[in-house]
Structure formats: C-alpha cells, structure tokens
C-alpha cells in the first residue's frame, strides 16, 4: 500500500509543479466491484489515504448526493442517463472548485 500511495503522491506533486491541479475521481459502482472494494480495499485505507497524503480534491460518488445513488447496470459502467447527468456534474464540481 506504501508504494502505491507514495508513488500517486510523487506523481501528483510533480504535476502541480508544473502548474497542473490534481482532481482524483471515484465514479460509481455496483454489485461484485462495490462488495469486493469494500473488503479488499477498504476506503479509510486507500481513498481517503490517498486523498489525504496527495492534498488534492478527490470526488467519491459516495459523497454527492447527486450521484450516491446512481447505479450502474454493469458494475461499473453507468447507463446513458446516468452517464449524462454524471459528466453534468463533474464538470460543475469541477467550475465549483475552480479546476476548469
């Protein structure tokens, strides 16, 4: 866990070090894939961590109550309803955080 962290946070830092902003993005998931992250990966140990130690914006759909609820038909790809109003939103967070 260790050396991925530290290697996402290397990376993040060069980025911005050249004047990019770092925006990590957990789109939505289901069925097998939302099961198998929660006791494989649990979040406080990977997302959050990551999130942390990167001191970046990170978007969970887990956090929005625009996209909490959105379930994609295949685990993890979203409908076309979906995918529209999720995009929607991204790019709003995104103009909200001043990232765009």
Request: aromatic letters at 14%; a negative charge.
């Amino acid at each position: 866990v260790d050396v991925i962290i530290n290697h996402y946070v290397s990376l993040a830092h060069k980025f911005e070090a050249r004047g990019g902003k770092v925006v990590f993005i957990r789109p939505p998931v289901s069925e097998w894939y939302l099961t198998e992250e929660a006791e494989h990966f649990p979040r406080e140990k990977y997302w959050d961590r990551l999130i942390d130690e990167c001191n970046c914006l990170g978007y969970s759909y887990e956090d929005f109550k625009e996209t909490k609820d959105m379930i994609p038909p295949e685990w993890s790809h979203l409908n076309r309803k979906d995918s529209d109003e999720y995009t929607k939103f991204l790019v709003n967070q995104l103009s909200k955080d001043k990232i765009l």
